[in-house]
Structures are given as structure tokens and as C-alpha cells.
């Protein structure tokens, strides 16, 4: 059973900026592509970011230019660098794990609370 692991939520303040990171239990290359969702209060699950085994990224509009998400792969890790945050950021963030294999299996983790005050 593989394992999720977020950490790097909080509370800050609108304009400030937190990272989050996923760590695997297993190896990162065994996935095709990792990313990131929000969920906020009474709303659907969003994509915001996602990054490729090759490294080829993905944004949501809503963060572009403020968000970058990163892998590394020696330590089996994504990151979500987030900067200019806004109150509508506020949500909880999930890292997802996507396997190479075929059918491809969804893996999530247990989410982090991300709350950005005006």
C-alpha cells in the first residue's frame, strides 16, 4: 500500500506564501504524474497543479504565475511552492499519485489545510 504523507499547511495572512510538500512511501519514479487538488467548503475537488515523470507541468489559471509545483526525486518528494496567496486559496490540498500502469491507480493523501486570512 503506498502512502501520501502532506505536510506545510497553515494560516497566513493574504499576499504572504507557504510550501507544501508530498512525500511517497515509494519510489517517485513509479509514478507517471503527481498533482495537487484543492477542496474548499461546499465546492468540487480542483486540480491545481500537476507535474509529469518528465517534468512537464500543468497550472489551473486561477494560480498561475503564483504557484509552482516541483519534484525531487531522490528524496520521493512534490512540492507546492504558493506565493501572493489569497482568501480564495483557502481550501484543503490533497497530493495525488498516478502509477505508470495500466489501468493507472489513483492514490491520495490524507490533505492539508491551507487558510489564507484577509
Known amino acids: 500500500q503506498v502512502q501520501l504523507v502532506e505536510s506545510g499547511g497553515g494560516l497566513v495572512q493574504a499576499g504572504g506564501s507557504l510550501r507544501l510538500s508530498c512525500t511517497t512511501s515509494?519510489?517517485?519514479?513509479?509514478?507517471?504524474?503527481m498533482d495537487w487538488y484543492r477542496q474548499a467548503p461546499a465546492k468540487q475537488r480542483e486540480l491545481v497543479a500537476g507535474?509529469?515523470?518528465?517534468?512537464?507541468?500543468n497550472y489551473a489559471e486561477s494560480v498561475k504565475g503564483r504557484f509552482t509545483i516541483s519534484r525531487d526525486n531522490t528524496k520521493n518528494t512534490v512540492y507546492l511552492q504558493m506565493n501572493n496567496l489569497k482568501p480564495e486559496d483557502t481550501a484543503v490540498y490533497y497530493c495525488?499519485?498516478?502509477?505508470?500502469?495500466?489501468?493507472?491507480?489513483?492514490?491520495w493523501g490524507q490533505g492539508t489545510q491551507v487558510t489564507v486570512s484577509s
Open positions: 495525488n499519485a498516478r502509477t505508470s500502469a495500466f489501468p493507472p491507480y489513483d492514490y
Open positions: 515509494r519510489s517517485i519514479l513509479n509514478f507517471n504524474r
Open positions: 507535474i509529469t515523470s518528465s517534468g512537464i507541468t
